[in-house]
């Protein structure tokens, strides 16, 4: 028996005592070697590396009783900890960040290419029924697309005088080529479109059409714009919070976790997960974007799903030239009517010597009908997709990350060098101190709930981490508002654009094919001067603001599927013929 007393007392300090005592690792781990060994790997010079244990009293954060660090050795191990820290973090988000970028570049790419193809398109039909007369005038459908893009892409401004001095513009060619036979001096033309810009006047020479048209490629513009810059600015945001700044108590955390093991001798212990948790935790909590994270999930797709369908996009832009030839149409269906008004108003002009010129006959056949295609006809467009494929991705991969800053702190302590396996969770693992179990609870869960955190004192968002919430809060009510058919960014609002409840009434209006629905009373307002841009006489073109009351959306858009379309578009440029 006394032969056996040593071996006993050797093999006594490596049993599992109750609880993870100061001193424990101190009697287990005598050499540095182990440490040597990883840290030899990692570069460090092993001259500052003692090959047995040594006292600890120079330790700033590890336990000071025996170790295998010097003070130089302990700084950099609290730099390595840090930057292994926020790497996990960064290459945990990159997915979030990849996400966010790629459907940007995707819906960018398919809202700028629809205007492209909707140009396009009014281009190629026009220009085959009606050859060098719609040449003649091409410059005032491409300042309408130019002024579309405008909005959409640079200032997100001017889009109701855009449409304004179209309209304008059209009718100031339009008209004069009902009157061949008398001629128009600026003033005249002038005293035109400042009898067509009175928002509820009597002349309305487009009938219902440029109010119509202006309902729909708002809505959709402002929400294909809203949609654009969330993705953006969620990509912006999401990029800077992943580079996390760790503060002193974050970092002397970090180094207790996964330093200390190797200044203890011990690098092959693990950290417990629960130590780990309370990290992570307390690293993380103020450096998220919860609470905002969800609410701007939440506007993402519900403007996606506008614009996949209330707002349509592809419906907005596919219907411009219906619109446009509809308002031309009904200009010369009531030329009659139109021109008694504006004489009466404006005067009649001089007659000029009779011309022998007339407008061309339209031919016979357009190149084919204005309609919108079938799904599975619709184009494939640069972002390799149609709307309907685009939201529908959208929203599969918005799941994926909804929780993703609640999760963050168990995807980091997921990885092999944060902390123990779920396996192993049973077994000893390294406690901050020494070998033994984690006893503390895991704090999860909001700021005030981290003031109970054991591993680290916690404090509320610094400024640059508020701001990033400040930014996704405006983003997500910038969108939300989009899907009401308001933009935010518009310092002119007007009827149809503001007011409380003005965006609700827009879905409802255009899921109805009804009458439209009649706008708020509002005192009238002063017409605007027109802007003249010059038209080869003298004064330019005049510039009128349309009345754009409530509109009835599908109801407008009814034509898209009619084959009087293709008689539509043959007849209505026929004014457009030379003077």
């Not at 979030?96 to 009014?122: C, D």
């Not at 060098?132 to 909005?151: A, C, E, I, K, P």
């Not at 003033?187 to 440029?210: E, H, K, M, N, V």
């Amino acid at each position: 028996m006394s032969a056996l007393r040593p071996l006993l007392l050797l093999l006594l300090p490596l049993c599992p005592g109750p609880g993870p005592g100061p001193g424990s690792e101190a009697k287990v781990v005598r050499s540095c070697a182990e440490t040597r060994q990883v840290l030899g790997a990692r570069g460090y010079s092993l001259n500052l590396i003692p090959p047995s244990l040594i006292s600890g009293e120079h330790l700033q954060i590890c336990p000071q009783e025996h170790t295998c660090c010097s003070s130089d050795t302990e700084q950099k191990l609290i730099r390595d900890a840090e930057v292994t820290f926020r790497g996990l973090v960064e290459d945990s988000g990159s997915f979030l960040i990849h996400t966010l970028a790629a459907r940007h570049r995707k819906f960018n790419e398919f809202f700028r290419e629809m205007l492209s193809m909707s140009q396009h398109s009014l281009a190629q039909l026009f220009s085959h029924s009606y050859g060098r007369l719609y040449s003649q005038h091409v410059t005032v459908f491409n300042s309408l697309f130019s002024g579309l893009r405008d909005y959409y892409e640079k200032s997100g401004e001017g889009l109701d005088d855009t449409l304004a001095d179209f309209w304008a513009q059209l009718l100031e060619r339009a008209f004069p080529l009902l009157h061949p036979q008398y001629s128009f001096p600026p003033d005249f033309l002038l005293c035109l479109t400042r009898l067509a810009s009175t928002a509820d006047g009597p002349l309305q020479p487009f009938g219902d059409s440029p109010r119509r048209l202006r309902l729909q490629i708002t809505r959709a513009l402002v929400a294909a714009r809203a949609l654009v810059q969330g993705l953006e600015t969620g990509r912006n945001v999401v990029s800077e919070a992943l580079k996390v700044p760790v503060l002193e108590g974050c970092r002397q955390a970090l180094m207790r976790l996964i330093g200390c093991p190797l200044c203890r001798g011990v690098p092959s212990l693990m950290p417990c997960r629960g130590f780990c948790l309370n990290v992570a935790h307390g690293c993380l909590s103020s450096r998220g974007l919860e609470p905002e994270w969800g609410g701007y999930l939440d506007g993402l797709l519900l403007l996606a799903e506008k614009v996949q369908g209330p707002f349509s996009f592809e419906l907005a832009a596919e219907s411009i030239g219906v619109k446009i030839s509809e308002g031309l149409m009904h200009l010369q269906e009531n030329s009659v009517k139109v021109s008694a008004k504006v004489f009466q108003e404006c005067g009649t002009p001089h007659p000029v010597q009779s011309r022998n010129r007339r407008a061309p006959a339209p031919r016979e056949e357009a190149s084919r009908p204005w309609r919108v295609a079938a799904e599975e006809e619709r184009p494939t467009t640069a972002a390799g997709t149609n709307l309907h494929r685009l939201v529908g991705e959208l929203r599969e991969r918005l799941g994926r990350v909804r929780g993703f800053w609640a999760g963050l702190p168990v995807t980091v302590c997921g990885d092999s060098r944060m902390a123990a396996d779920l396996s192993q969770e049973a077994a000893p693992c390294w406690t901050g101190v020494g070998r033994g179990r984690y006893l503390s609870p895991v704090v999860v869960g909001s700021l005030n709930e981290q003031l109970r955190n054991p591993e680290l004192d916690t404090s509320g968002p610094d400024v640059p981490t508020r701001r990033r919430r400040l930014h996704l809060r405006a983003a997500t009510a910038r969108m939300k508002a989009a899907a009401l058919g308001q933009d935010l960014d518009m310092h002119d609002t007007d009827e149809d654009a503001s007011g409380s409840g003005g965006g609700q009434q827009y879905a409802d209006d255009w899921k109805a094919g009804s009458a439209p629905v009649a706008p708020p009373a509002r005192p009238p307002r002063p017409p605007r001067p027109p802007r003249r841009d010059g038209l080869g006489v003298k004064g330019g073109s005049g510039s009128a603001r349309y009345n754009q009351g409530r509109s009835r959306n599908l109801g407008s858009s009814a034509g898209l599927h009619s084959p009087l379309t293709a008689i539509v578009f043959p007849s209505a440029l026929a004014l457009l013929g030379l003077r």
